[in-house]
């Protein structure tokens, strides 16, 4: 097997697909130097669509999974796929759905899936006549690896966020989505998709913005926990039901099958459930949180969902407990990250927590050292939110390198 991909996401999956019974063997490409330790790690970019089939092809590769969307908006399904090789990821075509905000929009639209009110504009007056009332948000409409999303306060903020997107081009779109502010609680709700049927996973939350207290600016992620204690596997499938399907069956219709992972970012608010966003690909750092309590062969899933049909008569196997991810950040995310920074305290005794690399490197000394802006994440079960909150605590704790960065209220919401 190959998992494309070197962040957290990536070693969680590794970690994962290491419990199957089928013992697979495991490579990824680029990995990092925590993969490294369970994988064999090919030295090719992910979102090198050529490289990566070559690779699969070369080592004669019966299964490849996908983990960052930029390889799947880039097509490296569909160029595997026409290599002869099996993959989980759905097409360039389906891949739209995250990397146009606008064609999500359009497309949820048509399939009758509840959203916030919002209109695509192309310059900035455009983009300020658009906006109703503040806060508002503006996002991007292309890939911006989760930081392009800006939730302004006034109409200052607002023509500042719009220049930097259609006039500076910061994250090389010409078009965004200026939409209404939800309010109410966020809720992480992936499910596997098989071109027919959407499955769902295990409910989870993930925290944003880089200070506690959801202040600061957005980030891919700083922790997250699962289950979320207000969504158990009924309401679940509620509404994947409600969401997830429709959006499938649209896809479906239009001749865009789409299988793999289609991960809902939702907002429970007093008006109902709305959608922030569609992604097509396990959340980071959802799925650190997630698979570590999944007891079924996530091997078994995959090829299910790889296979038209293959997930009808599935039935997922969860740990009751409490799983809580925090990430450790490096200096200066997320404007920028610090890298070449010594990590210490890997080899401590952790107190059984798992350790998913996102950003590191070994030096030419050997040693481990910060290599991006999320660095490790550090995931705990506990029999429930508070048991596993203050484990995964007391083994960030344990770990240092320069200008660690951590939130401190992961999970607070579900204790309290």
């Known amino acids: 097997m190959l998992v494309v991909g070197g962040g957290g996401r990536e070693h969680a999956l590794i970690y994962a697909l290491a419990r199957s019974d089928r013992d697979p063997e495991l490579l990824c490409a680029p990995g990092n130097a925590g993969i490294a330790e369970r994988a064999r790690v090919l030295d090719v970019a ?49 891949a739209r759905l995250e990397g146009s905000k606008a064609f999500c929009k359009e497309l949820m639209a048509a399939a009758g899936v509840p959203t916030a009110a919002y209109e695509v504009v192309q310059d900035v007056e455009a983009g300020m006549r658009a ?20 939730i302004a ?10 220049g930097e997107l259609l006039v500076e081009h910061r994250f ?64 679940a499938r509620e509404l994947v039901a409600a969401i997830h399907q429709p959006v499938l069956d649209e896809l479906a219709r239009r001749a865009i099958p789409f299988s793999g992972v289609l991960y809902a970012g939702l907002m429970m608010s007093r008006s109902g459930t709305r ?12 799925t650190q949180a997630i698979l570590p309590r999944l007891r079924s062969d996530l091997l078994d899933l995959l090829e299910a969902a790889a296979t038209p049909g293959g997930l ?18 490096s200096a200066g995310y997320p404007a920028s990250s610090s890298s070449g920074d010594v990590i210490t305290g890997l080899d401590a005794d952790l107190g059984g927590a798992q350790v998913t690399h996102a950003g590191t490197a070994r030096d030419a000394s050997g040693a481990i050292v910060t290599a991006g802006g999320r660095v490790l994440n550090v995931t705990s079960l506990g029999a429930g939110a508070a048991d596993a909150r203050s484990a995964a605590y007391a083994a960030a704790e344990m770990i240092e390198f320069r200008g660690k960065q951590i939130r401190r209220d992961i999970a607070l919401r579900a204790v309290r």
């Open 46 to 94: 992910a979102d090198d669509v050529a490289g990566i089939v070559a690779v699969a092809v070369a080592e004669a590769v019966d299964f490849v999974v996908v983990g960052p969307e930029a390889a799947l908006v880039a097509g490296v399904a569909d160029a595997l796929a026409a290599a002869g090789v099996r993959c989980f990821g759905p097409t360039a075509a389906a």
């Open 312 to 329: 009808e008569r599935v039935q997922l196997e969860w740990t009751p407990e409490t799983a809580v991810t925090v990430v450790l950040a």
């Open 275 to 286: 959608v922030l966003e569609f992604n097509v690909r396990f959340g980071d750092p959802e």
């Open 131 to 150: 906006i109703t009332g503040y806060p508002t948000v503006i996002k991007a409409d292309g890939l911006a690896a989760g930081k392009g999303v800006v």
């Open 172 to 235: 090389g779109t010409d078009r965004v989505v200026v939409e209404e502010y939800l309010e109410g609680e966020e809720l992480s709700l992936l499910a596997l998709c098989d071109t027919r049927t959407a499955l769902p996973l295990a409910s989870a939350q993930d925290y944003k913005r880089i200070y506690d207290g959801d202040r600061g600016p957005n980030t891919g992620g700083m922790g997250s926990y699962s289950p979320v204690p207000s969504v158990d596997e009924a309401r």
């Open 153 to 162: 306060a006034d109409e200052a903020q607002a023509r500042e966020a719009l």
